[in-house]
């Protein structure tokens, strides 16, 4: 089993609608919760970390269920440039963080 | 404030042949990591380095692969002989810790390596 799982897609909505994104990780010591987002042939880069009690950053939620070790990410009235990849990324303080990124979901947003 | 550089941006090679990449992290940043994605995955951890000491290298490829940070600063990844395989995208990261509070990490533009 892999250690961070998600659905690779693609998704392919229209700009304006809603897109939830899930994935569920293996290690119940994990620590930190991030989503990363990565445009097509660049570095990823953090769009937010997740918080047990959830959190919002404009059209961006994240929430962590840690009795169920899943995370989400729900992006609403969604735009163009939302279409990238969203990695989903757990850690464990391990002397110093260790990362283990999921294999990202492709979304694209159409006009 | 500049960001991770790396170098180079492109590299094709034949199997077989040698290969080496070069990470400089952020200013001021202990921690430096070299990530393999491959087409289609989420970058995997090859290397970690606290300052010039190796945290974690359970993924790297030892009988092929070796990583260095000498100075605690730039980094360099190499890889000898290469393997039709090892075709992906070289990330390097690098991120301020203190302590065993985490910092974000910061990612590279990426060396993409194609070996025939």
């Known amino acids: 089993r892999k250690e961070v799982e998600q659905d690779p897609g693609p998704f392919n909505v229209p700009e304006g609608a809603t897109v939830a994104f899930n994935c569920t990780y293996s290690n119940s010591a994990s620590q930190s919760f991030f989503w990363y987002r990565q445009d097509c042939r660049k570095e990823p880069k953090l769009l937010m970390s997740v918080y047990s009690s959830g959190n919002e950053d404009g059209r961006f939620t994240a929430q962590l269920n840690r009795a169920s070790q899943y995370i989400s990410l729900l992006i609403r009235d969604s735009k163009l440039s939302d279409s990238a990849t969203y990695l989903c990324?757990?850690?464990?303080?391990?002397?110093?963080?260790?990362?283990?990124f999921g294999q990202g979901t492709r979304l694209t947003i159409n006009p | 404030e500049a960001g991770v550089a790396q170098s180079p941006r492109y590299k094709i090679i034949e199997k077989r042949q040698s290969v080496a990449f070069w990470c400089n992290p952020i200013s001021g940043h202990a921690t430096l990591y070299w990530y393999q994605q491959i087409l289609g995955q989420g970058p995997k951890l090859l290397i970690q380095f606290q300052n010039n000491g190796v945290v974690d290298d359970s993924q790297l490829p030892k009988d092929r692969f070796s990583a260095e940070r000498l100075k605690g600063v730039d980094s360099t990844l190499k890889i000898q002989p290469a393997k039709l395989e090892d075709s992906a995208v070289y990330l390097c990261?690098?991120?301020?810790?203190?302590?065993?509070?985490?910092?974000?990490?910061?990612f590279g533009p990426g060396t993409r390596l194609l070996v025939l």
């Open positions: 990324v757990v850690s464990a303080i391990q002397g110093a963080q260790k990362l283990v």
């Open positions: 990261a690098s991120s301020l810790e203190t302590g065993t509070i985490s910092r974000d990490q910061y």
